[in-house]
């Protein structure tokens, strides 16, 4: 069984199987624990948004599809998911082997389990009970790639040459989005749901180390979520053409009266 590294942190993993693409090392999905689809994105308005289910565990699955270990510092609703600070891409993070992939089920807790991430009502996210709210509904990585101290490092391509002069332009663009979705009021009220510290599960890992190559990632990834409710409200087309409506109360669900 193949091993995923981290910073801090080694986690087990599965065998990647995403071809690769130049300056975009690592791919970033959100799976639902509860019947194991891998949840779609959808692009609207510059953001990429999912929808969870309120109840259901998911996992964040990590695929580095390089030919180089990297690192990746995952962010959830704003908090680092290893060491539970603030997030900063400075922090320490997973570190996934070259080609492999790995799906992380939970908020760390020692090196052998987890605290399992749960879409759950706002109040009861993590980062609200810890008092950190302004960022809930939010999920982002951040990659680093790793210097090499053995060996000479190669001549760059010209397409990594164009990558790494757009790198600031990248980095300045996720800024001023964060910035323009800051100045319009981030309304904490209207996101519906975040991430819960839910049950412990055990999930072994080990130290490893690794020297970044440069102090800015070469590549930051955010995913946004809320309910399917909320996400037709805002007009995503993959809802609001699909005509969701929220269920509606029946007089007559049918089955006999249950235990409460």
């Known amino acids: ?18 071809p690769a693409r130049a300056g975009h090392p690592v791919r970033l999905d ?49 908090i680092n998911a290893v060491t539970g600070e603030t997030a900063d891409p400075a922090q320490s993070g997973y570190v996934l082997a070259p080609r492999q992939s790995t799906e992380i089920a939970g908020w760390r807790k020692s090196l052998d389990d987890v605290a399992q991430f749960v879409f759950t009502a706002l109040p009861d996210s993590y980062a609200a009970r810890t008092g950190r ?45 964060m910035g323009d979705h800051a100045a319009h009021g981030r309304d904490a009220a209207r996101q519906r749901i975040g991430t819960g510290h839910g049950a412990r599960e055990w999930a072994p890992v080990g130290h490893t180390t690794f020297v970044r190559a440069s102090r800015h990632p070469v590549q930051l ?15 995503i087309p ?20 249950p235990d409460p």
């Open 221 to 235: 990834l955010q995913l946004r979520y809320d309910t399917p409710q909320r996400l037709a409200a805002l007009g």
């Open 133 to 177: 709210p302004d960022d809930v509904g939010v999920i982002g990585v951040a990659v680093f790639r790793e210097r090499w101290t053995h060996r000479p490092e190669p001549m760059p391509s010209i397409a990594e040459r164009a990558e790494r002069r757009a790198a600031p332009a990248a980095t300045a663009e996720m800024e001023q989005a």
């Open 30 to 78: 959100i799976v639902d624990r509860e019947h194991g689809g891998r949840l779609e994105q959808h692009r609207h308005r510059g953001e990429t948004w999912i929808a969870g289910s309120p109840g259901h565990r998911y996992a964040v699955r990590l695929t580095n599809n390089s030919d180089e270990r990297v690192l990746v510092v995952l962010s959830v609703d704003g």
């Open 1 to 18: 069984m193949a091993r995923l590294l981290l910073s801090i942190v080694l986690l087990s993993i599965v065998t990647a199987c995403s």
């Open 238 to 257: 993959a809802w609001r053409h699909a005509g969701y409506q929220a269920p509606r109360p029946r007089a007559f669900p049918g089955g006999f009266v």
